[in-house]
């Protein structure tokens, strides 16, 4: 009996001084972290077109002309804040059509801002094949 008292007076000691080492720095403060339990992972893909640039989940950007270069952005951020060096993967559909279906998927990796970029324009146009013409769709992830 004395030495079961013993053992779990000497367990609670040793707990004591252990809670009592752990520096100040490393508490957690709870209203932090259940404030950030809200906020996601986002993924937003936009273009240099204004007024309308597509900014924002699932939205359009205003329509390219043949030959026009297209600059797209994917703002990458979790919980308000930029990652940086993270591959993002950009999939470009053309308009479902007869003649030729145009699609490509390419990889970038976002910059300190969180933002990847790709260039490219649109394949030249002949007057026997409108099939750039119509809704191009860009999914990332």
């Known amino acids: 009996m004395y030495s079961k008292t013993l053992k779990k007076l000497s367990i609670m000691l040793l707990a004591t001084i252990l809670l009592m080492a752990i520096p100040q720095s490393l508490s957690i403060n709870f209203q932090e972290v259940s404030a950030y339990e809200e906020k996601s992972l986002i993924l937003d893909i936009f273009t240099q077109k204004t ?27 979790y919980n308000e804040q930029p990652l940086s060096d993270i591959l993002v993967t950009f999939n470009v559909t053309g308009p479902p ?6 699609t490509f998927q390419t990889v970038r990796k976002t910059n300190e801002s969180g933002i990847a970029t790709l260039e490219f324009s649109f394949p030249q146009l002949n007057l026997s094949d409108a099939s750039i013409i119509g809704v191009w769709t860009v999914k990332a992830w």
């Open 51 to 77: 007024p309308f640039n597509g900014r924002g989940l699932n939205q359009s950007s205003d329509p390219f002309a043949p030959y026009e270069v297209v600059k797209l952005y994917g703002n990458l951020t």
């Open 97 to 102: 059509n007869k003649i030729y279906n145009y």
